[in-house]
């Protein structure tokens, strides 16, 4: 099997993806992310439908996003990704997103992890070969995912998660997650600013049904912090930077 350490997926943006500043929203570039991932584990040979036969697959562990500009209403785009280290536990998997022009618009930094379905405990991926002997000399600029703390003050709203909320794995899908934090917000907000910056950490699933408390801290209206807690434990703490628009 020939391996592509660097795998570029082209796309272009129609007017039913768009958010309602007519360009591309955080929660599609969350989910072609996973896409494109996907894709690319997919022509590796370790991608759903393989890791599935042992009981297994990569899960999302912590997302890094950092955009100059998103791609607007009928643009082309295109995510570029590869692999910068993996250890026992987690794999780290780096994304570039460039404009019709091929200028960088924004990166992400994510950390995945394989777990076992049947005792939802990780898996040991240090032995995989392929990961050892692929790991990319692509670069990306933006700073790891800094320490995310625990709210301890600002506004408390309940949400219980329902049937759309849920993905193939039966539990809570991620991009649900970042979609709730969003909409905290209001439509002036967005129009405003965009984000310039998230921070997301997967910490514990949860599952359909569950009533959690999403904790936001806006004392700075710039760089807001999250945490969703079910039953006092954090289930994903987040940040979102905010950046004006011009």
Same mark, same amino acid.
Request: hydrophobic share 35%.
């Given at each position: ?8 997926q ?59 500009? +998103? ?5 082309? +785009? ?62 990306c ?26 993905d ?8 649900? +997650? ?11 907000? +967005? ?29 700075d ?26």
């Open positions: 099997m020939k391996y592509i350490k660097d795998f570029r082209e796309y272009f943006l129609t007017a039913a993806e768009c958010n309602p500043e007519k360009e591309m929203p955080l929660s599609l570039v969350m989910t072609k992310i996973i896409e494109v991932a996907t894709l690319h584990a997919n022509s590796w040979g370790v991608g759903y439908a393989d890791m599935i036969r042992n009981n297994e697959g990569w899960v999302l562990s912590r997302v890094t996003i950092e955009m100059l500009r +998103y791609p607007k209403v009928n643009e082309a +785009y295109t995510f570029t990704t590869w692999i910068e280290d993996y250890n026992r536990h987690f794999s780290q998997r780096n994304m570039e997103i460039t404009d019709h022009n091929g200028e960088v618009i924004g990166y992400a930094r994510t950390i995945w992890m394989v777990i076992n379905f049947a005792t939802r405990e990780s898996s040991d991926i240090s032995q995989l070969s392929y990961l050892r002997e692929n790991i990319s000399t692509h670069g600029p933006i700073a790891p995912q800094g320490r995310l703390r625990q709210i301890t003050n600002g506004k408390t709203t309940d949400y219980t998660f329902k049937y759309t909320d849920c193939v794995n039966r539990h809570v899908n991620t991009v649900k +997650y970042l979609d709730l934090l969003l909409n905290q917000f209001t439509l002036e907000k +967005y129009d405003q600013n965009f984000v310039k910056r998230l921070e997301i950490a997967f910490l514990k699933e949860t599952l359909f049904g569950t009533t959690a408390q999403v904790n936001c801290d806006d004392s209206p710039m760089d807001c912090k999250f945490s969703i807690d079910v039953d006092g434990t954090s289930h994903v703490k987040s940040r979102i930077v905010f950046s004006p628009r011009e």
